[in-house]
């Protein structure tokens, strides 16, 4: 079939320009992760059925780890993984924000902002739920992308499931995906070529659209679980094909064929680029990048083959070597209470001695110890400890420490953000598809969101340790207001305390809905100013008021008291000014 043909033309050559790659990654199989299928050349266009099937079935990861001898790169991938979902993808929290992608700047509004909150924590429900297998496929992805640079997965559309499971994720290994970038160094086509038995190719397109072979097989008790090479294809659409309906008309073809038969199962279509990639290190225009192991695998080696040599020390200093007297020929018996005859001379000298050339195992640790140390700090694996023992900081020293650690990480965190943004694009199109934004139903947007180009913004608490500065700014600017504010008061109105509150939400990661709206706090605080004012306003009153009748009651007894002299004889008569003078007299003669 020409199509067919066409595709594998083309995967042949994508397969030419990943073979570079391939010694790579088969090393890092070999010393990092055994369990892998192995990249073998025999994955090849021209290969045979059952050379692939002796190569990719075949469980090798016990055969492999047999050659290790030290478990530093097993161990320290598993970290390495366990530290990078912990600090980019934790699973007890939300990682990531719905924003809008506006040109001009404009803010969304509080309702837009609940709404989008709505539809995020919908798509963490979706991922937390088992049925949508996203967690064994991220956690796999993870360690390949820590392992071999890039981790790969598929994100398939369901139907008929209902809300729970719109969509579910699936692993792509590695040995079975040839990807090409576009332009702009994103990945935009995918060749995936993997095996499925007989009676499975049946069960997922169906028995007319196999073949004869396929379909013969799969009707054969003795065959059915014989396995076939299928090949999916997903590529941009010519523009000029794009005229049909539904997934015909969307912006990337799909295909699915069996190549060994020349046939084409199927063709369909995806609106959003399917497959999702996590690199370590997207730069250029390449498909594949290197990860951490590349800047490790020389200490690797070295380990593994320092361990080999020392335990071979080990054993000649437990187990050594014996030499025997030249005429001598037998054979030492060295288990407990065994009887070695002729084995000394007439004066009770032995006639054999332990060839002990010195070796010393201590000193072959301590030297390991040093790789050991070099290979961690090449797999990130200190920087974990320091994050788990610095407590003891002030809170300041703290934030700075913090934007620290994210800056170290910072580079494979914006890569990684890459294909998790490009994983809620496809998730936000299928949701959009199947109707979840209209009106009536449970993740309804506002009206003012109608053509709103709807983005993640990534909050994890690795995004949170890069912006951690922000923090530490604001922090130090109240401090320093706060010293101008006792020599010029008034200056601490210039600190917009709502923004403030805004940025530390956002770099803190708590939920929009936990802050009430800025005009609702501000209409609440004026409401208060008032009522302190009023009250302010009542207290002055009332002091007034008791002023008054004080001095009320004051003039009264004043007035009483005057009324009560005119009525008193004596009082009168010592008020009197013929009186008052004479007694003004007789105190100047004194």
Request: hydrophobic share 40%; aromatic share 8%.
């Amino acid at each position: 079939m020409g199509i067919v043909n066409d595709l594998k033309d083309e995967w042949s050559g994508l397969a030419q320009s990943r073979l570079p790659w391939e010694k790579y990654w088969r090393t890092v199989a070999r010393y990092v992760l055994p369990q892998t299928e192995q990249f073998d050349l025999m994955l090849g266009a021209a290969s045979s059925a059952a050379a692939i099937n002796a190569v990719v079935s075949t469980p090798v990861s016990a055969e492999r780890s047999a050659g290790l001898y030290d478990m530093t790169s097993l161990w320290g991938i598993e970290r390495l993984t366990a530290g990078m979902i912990s600090l980019k993808t934790p699973e007890a929290q939300t990682w990531q924000d719905l924003g809008t992608s506006d040109v001009f700047g404009r803010e969304s509004t509080h309702d837009e902002k609940v709404g989008l909150e709505r539809v995020n924590d919908y798509l963490f429900r979706v991922k937390h739920n088992p049925k949508s297998g996203f967690w064994p496929a991220h956690r796999s992805s993870m360690k390949s992308l820590c392992g071999f640079g890039d981790g790969w997965m598929f994100v398939k559309e369901i139907t008929g499931q209902g809300p729970a499971v719109p969509w579910q994720y699936e692993f792509m290994p590695l040995p079975e995906l040839y990807p090409a970038v576009g332009n702009d160094g994103m990945p935009e086509r995918m060749f995936r070529v993997f095996r499925m038995s007989a009676v499975q190719i049946i069960a997922e397109f169906g028995p007319d659209k196999v073949g004869a072979k396929v379909a013969r097989f799969a009707s054969d008790p003795k065959q059915r679980h014989e396995a076939f090479r299928v090949m999916h294809v997903v590529k941009p659409r010519d523009e000029a094909k794009r005229g049909g309906y539904g997934v015909r008309s969307a912006k990337f073809a799909s295909y699915y064929c069996l190549p060994d038969e020349d046939h084409l199962i199927g063709e369909g279509g995806f609106y959003e680029f399917p497959f999702v990639r996590y690199p370590w290190s997207n730069t250029g225009r390449r498909p594949f990048s290197e990860g951490p192991i590349a800047y490790a695998l020389g200490e690797i080696k070295s380990l593994n083959e320092m361990a080999k040599n020392e335990l071979l020390a080990a054993q000649s200093m437990l187990r050594p070597a014996y030499g025997l007297a030249a005429k001598n020929m037998m054979r030492l018996n060295l288990n407990p209470g065994a009887t070695n005859p002729n084995l000394i001379n007439g004066d009770g000298k032995p006639l054999f001695a332990p060839l002990n050339t010195g070796v010393r195992p201590d000193f072959a640790r301590a030297i390991m110890e040093q790789r050991r140390l070099a290979a961690r700090e090449l797999l990130y694996l200190n920087l974990w400890q320091i994050i788990l023992n610095d407590t003891q900081d002030t809170a300041t020293a703290a934030l700075i420490k913090a934007q620290e650690k994210g800056e170290l990480l910072g580079p494979v965190g914006i890569s990684l953000n890459e294909g998790l943004s490009s994983m809620t694009d496809r998730e936000i199109g299928i949701l959009g598809r199947k109707g979840a934004f209209d009106e009536g139903s449970p993740l309804e947007l506002p009206a003012s969101m109608a053509d709103a180009d709807v983005s993640a913004t990534f909050n994890s608490p690795l995004d949170r340790l890069r912006r951690m500065g922000e923090l530490v700014g604001m922090q130090q600017l109240v401090q320093f207001v706060s010293m101008i504010e006792e020599v010029k008061p008034g200056t601490a109105e210039r600190l917009d305390v709502d923004e403030m509150i805004n940025i530390a939400q956002d770099v803190l990661g708590a939920p929009a809905r936990t802050l009430r709206p800025a005009e609702e706090a501000k209409a609440s605080r004026d409401q208060n100013n008032q009522m302190a004012q009023l009250m302010a306003s009542l207290e002055t009153m009332k002091q007034g008021g008791e002023a008054a009748a004080a001095i009320g009651g004051g003039g009264a007894a004043m007035a009483e008291g005057a009324e009560r002299a005119t009525s008193s004889p004596t009082l009168r008569r010592l008020l009197d000014p013929a009186t008052m003078g004479a007694a003004a007299n007789v105190m100047g003669a004194q």
